[in-house]
Nanobody, 115 residues
Framework: QVQLVESGGGLVQAGGSLRLSCVAS????????MYWYRQAPGVQREFIAT???????NYADFVKGRFTISRDIDKNTVYLQMNSLKPEDTGVYYC?????????WGQGTQVTVSS
């Protein structure tokens, strides 16, 4: 069982930046891929970014050029650097991990972007 703990959310003005962190309870090399998702009120949870255990990254089109996913293997931590934030980026951001057929979610961290 992999436990994921997110942090770094908060209230920021449009155009501002935040960095989210997700700390895993196990070595992230043992995890096939880690993801960031978000969910706005009344909207289905949506994919934001992923990083695989070989370091490959992929992003949703609507965050490309603004968000960057990265990792610190020594700290078992994955980050999401969010720049040029927009009000529509508001939501609960979740860390997600997949290992084999197993999937794990963190509790989420709230990001609110004011206009």
């Amino acid at each position: 069982q992999v436990q994921l703990v997110e942090s770094g959310g908060g209230l920021v003005q449009a155009g501002g930046s935040l960095r989210l962190s997700c700390v895993a309870s196990e070595n992230i090399f043992s995890i096939n891929a880690m993801y960031w998702y978000r969910q706005a009120p009344g909207v289905q949870r949506e994919f934001i970014a992923t990083i695989t255990n070989d370091g490959s990254t992929n992003y949703a089109d609507f965050v490309k050029g603004r968000f960057t996913i990265s990792r610190d293997i020594d700290k078992n931590t994955v980050y999401l650097q969010m720049n040029s934030l927009k009000p529509e980026d508001t939501g609960v951001y979740y860390c997600h991990a997949r290992r084999g057929r197993s999937a794990y979610w963190g509790q989420g961290t709230q990001v609110t972007v004011s206009s």
